[in-house]
């Protein structure tokens, strides 16, 4: 198989997580009603976020030590920020 498919889980997760960003993004955009509260605080919040994943795609990707490293910051990221967004929308 290629180089690009070796470290499966970490890889996985990071593209999952940005997935998740974008998909996030892509919902409150369709229903109008949404984001109820605190709009542009709320789109900060989800670009910022989208920002996060795909970095963190990139530092991970070919780097099994670093993601590593990173997997309890970045869920912990995950969770708080998921919560939020949620109650904000």
């Not at 498919?5 to 996985?12: C, T």
């Not at 997580?17 to 605080?41: E, H, K, T, V, Y």
Request: charged content about 10%; cysteine-free; proline content about 3%.
């Amino acid at each position: 198989m290629g180089r690009g498919f070796k470290l499966y889980s970490g890889r996985v997760i990071a593209l999952g997580r940005l997935l998740l960003a974008m998909l996030f993004m892509a919902a409150i955009g369709i229903d109008i009603s949404q984001p109820a509260l605190a709009p542009l605080q709320t789109y900060a919040l989800l670009v910022g976020y989208q920002l996060f994943a795909a970095i963190i795609v990139l530092l991970t990707w070919n780097n099994w030590w670093l993601d590593a490293k990173l997997a309890g910051p970045a869920h912990a990221v995950d969770v708080g920020l998921f919560t939020v967004l949620v109650y904000l929308t």
